[in-house]
């Protein structure tokens, strides 16, 4: 049987949850030893909406994106989110649970899937084939982690996408995979990448981290990087 196409099914009733404030976040800072990273930094974000920050290296895309997911505690300020809302997060760096277990191990984790349906639900993307689910996880490489990130990510069906970097490791047959799951996921989704191709197919709005704070960006996302890549250096925007 063909595999499945990737679809990402939130946990919540979108039409119920439209005019919600899903994400709000307050007044938020975050310094370390006196450096300020994010700098008073505020807004909400409702359902349905699509952004991607975008900035350099450093600039606080993902202590932002840390910080929402309730991984790291600001400073100061607050981050708000709705009642019954999961967050899925999905980070740069391709870590995963159980990294001394099996695939299969490692995707079920916290996820309450046992036996043939945690199988059936780990291969039916087409992800993974059913030899390399007793794989250990330490020797698969920074793309195949990635995929099982993204495994993961489709099992907890969450109402709410942090992406960060989320093209970082896949090939191009997984990233066209992605990209069609993100176009058709009705919840809201906020995400940083320095990926331009990735960047200018996202059908949202575009923010950027400057000097610790948001600057909102109009237009779409392919829009304004013209106007970014004309007004700064390409070293300042560091988007490839």
Known sequence: RPPSALRILPSFDVAEARSAEIISVANLTQSWDGDVVLDDVSFVIGSGERIVL???????????????????????????VARGIHLGYLD???????????????????????????????IRYGLFTIEDLARPVSVLSAGQRRKLQIARLLAEQPAVLLLDEPTNHLSFDVLTKLEHA????PGPILAASHDRWFIERFAGRLWEVRDGRIVVHHGSPADALEH??????ASSMDVS
Do not use: C, F, W
């Open 182 to 185: 993100l176009a058709e996921y």
């Open 54 to 80: 975008v900035g350099p290296n450093g600039a606080g895309k993902s202590t932002l994106l840390n910080i929402i997911a309730g991984r790291l505690q600001p400073t100061t300020g607050d981050v708000h």
């Open 92 to 122: 740069q760096s391709a870590d995963i649970p159980g990294q001394s277990g099996t695939v299969l191990d490692a995707y079920r984790q916290g996820l309450g899937l046992h036996g043939q349906d945690a199988i059936d639900e780990l």
């Open 228 to 233: 970014l890549s004309k007004a700064m250096p």
